[in-house]
Nanobody, 120 residues
Framework: QVQLVESGGGLVQPGGSLRLSCAAS????????LGWYRQAPGKQRELVAF???????NYADTVKGRFTISRENAKKMMYLQMNNLKPEDTAIYYC??????????????WGQGTQVTVTV
């Protein structure tokens, strides 16, 4: 099981940016596909983006062109750069580790989540 810890959430105005980070505790970080999910109040959990072990990336249509997922295997870190944030991006964001290919992702392990709030 992979332990995952998110950081970087907070309060930001519409149009602003945030960078979420996820630290993983595993010696084989590089073999995992990784993903970010989010859950807004009263809504189902949504897959925001994922990145495979080969660094193929995939994004939800709602964030395409605004969010960028990346990973740094040497540091066992994953990131989500979020630009041009909108109020509808407000949610708890979860870091996950799992398996997948360029078109499909299956999370196995979850972090505790970090709150992102976009408001004037």
């Amino acid at each position: 099981q992979v332990q995952l810890v998110e950081s970087g959430g907070g309060l930001v105005q519409p149009g602003g940016s945030l960078r979420l980070s996820c630290a993983a505790s595993t010696t084989i970080f590089q073999i995992y596909a990784l993903g970010w999910y989010r859950q807004a109040p009263g809504k189902q959990r949504e897959l925001v983006a994922f990145i495979t072990a080969r660094e193929n990336t995939n994004y939800a249509d709602t964030v395409k062109g605004r969010f960028t997922i990346s990973r740094e295997n040497a540091k066992k870190m994953m990131y989500l750069q979020m630009n041009n944030l909108k109020p509808e991006d407000t949610a708890i964001y979860y870091c996950t580790a799992g398996d997948g290919n360029a078109n499909d992702y299956n999370p196995h392990d979850w972090g505790q989540g970090t709150q992102v709030t976009v408001t004037v």
